[in-house]
């Protein structure tokens, strides 16, 4: 009888990270996937042709595929620099089998067009985002956001982080509308307008991290690794192994066997593996996760950078609710052949939101439009399912569908949030020497 203290179920990113952190902690894990690559939803596709294939969409002449020189990510998100993601990399070491790029530049749309978000004291300066004065006041609240320290009541301006809301810092600040639409929504990343009535603490925070990230590299806060994201669960899949990890890719499951409400094993081809717990992600699960939403994604082909970006070869922009009268956000994150993911001269577009109304492609004309002329795009929309229970009952410990934003913060939460479920114990980092940097590549 194959005994396992966890079996993991798919090979998405926030599985491969837990599955290496289990077997990194001393856990003996069995990892399964039905599908013979990795990824699972967020997989990377290394054949244009196979994404023409995915999608239903007529193929590119043969001349024009040169396969070897594609990573297409089918959910791409940029990493903050000093983010919690990148943390897990370093303190696991998987940085050891990635190398990462800085993204070129951070953008908000504003009044009809594209806007660099200010990363230096001399962006700051030249920026048409800002009057004079809101650019004094806004360096202000940057000096008090890096400064800031919530151990430390002096650094607080006689604020209280956790009753003064988030409007009322910006109001203390005097900052204008304008400003503070691209500070919540570009910089502190929120994405809609419910966080200006909650405490300031973790729009402090939030300011902060993007201002420590954007310190390590001048050109913008984000990083994304050299080859796309598909590396990402290879990198994971590694490190298990290393700690005696097992994995079965291309393996159909069967059942997932109860007892008394507990998971006790995992039918696959006729097998049996016992288990203590169970993680995986809902497409295993169905009736146990449940849908808060549709997210829209269109993955776009161009052989151009896109207008206002000062040429770059990567970039993210955010399109703030306000600007297009939504509810939620809408994203644009912006790859190319620099990052080795596409052929020479091509750029990899994505762009994403929450689906509000019943016509999703509707939604994100406004964004297409900032792309064009675009070669080809390829359409998806994907149900948002979160867990119907924390898994404590039954062990089975089932992540959330990826949102909509381009960057990992939200998914790092949920990795967080599942490790403290499964273990009991908080996902910490020590700080050492030996865990403070990766390999990145700032040309």
Known sequence: MQEYDIIVLGTGLKECILSGLMSQSGKKVLHIDRNPYYGGESAAISHL????????????????????????????????????????????????YLDFKVIEGSYVYQAGRVHKVPCTEEDAQASDLMGMFDKRRFRKLLLFAMNFDVRHPRTYQDMDPHKTTTRDLFCHFDLGLDVVEFIGHAIALHDSESYLDQPCLETITRIKLYSESLCRHNNSPYIYPVY????????????????????????????????????????????????????????????????????????????????????????????????????????????SYAHNVASEGVYIATVSTTVETSNPEKEVQPALELLEPIMQKFVSVHRLLIPKDDGKNSQIFVSRSYDSTNHFEAECEDIKDMYHRITGAELCFRDSQRHSSYNSDDD
């Not at 196979?50 to 969409?57: G, N, P, R, T």
């Not at 939403?293 to 082909?301: A, E, T």
């Not at 151009?304 to 770059?312: G, R, Y």
């Open 49 to 96: 042709e196979q994404l023409y294939k995915k999608f239903k969409v007529t193929g590119p002449a043969q001349s024009t595929v040169h396969e070897k020189e594609w990573n297409i990510d089918l959910i791409p998100k940029f990493f903050l620099a000093n983010g919690q993601l990148v943390k897990i990399l370093v303190n696991t070491e998987v940085t050891r």
């Open 228 to 335: 796309g994201l598909g590396e990402l669960p290879q990198g994971f899949a590694r490190l298990n192994a290393e700690y005696g990890g097992t994995f079965l890719l291309n393996r159909a499951v069967q059942e997932i066997v109860m007892d008394n409400g507990k998971v006790t094993a995992v039918k696959s081809e006729g097998k049996l593996f016992h288990c203590k717990q169970l993680i995986c992600d809902p497409s295993y699960v169905p009736h146990r996760a449940r849908k808060v939403g549709r997210v829209i994604r269109v993955i776009c082909l161009l052989n151009h950078p896109v207008k206002n970006t000062h040429e770059a070869t990567s970039c993210q922009i955010i399109i703030p609710q306000v600007q297009l009268h939504r509810k939620s956000d809408i994203y644009i994150s912006v790859v």
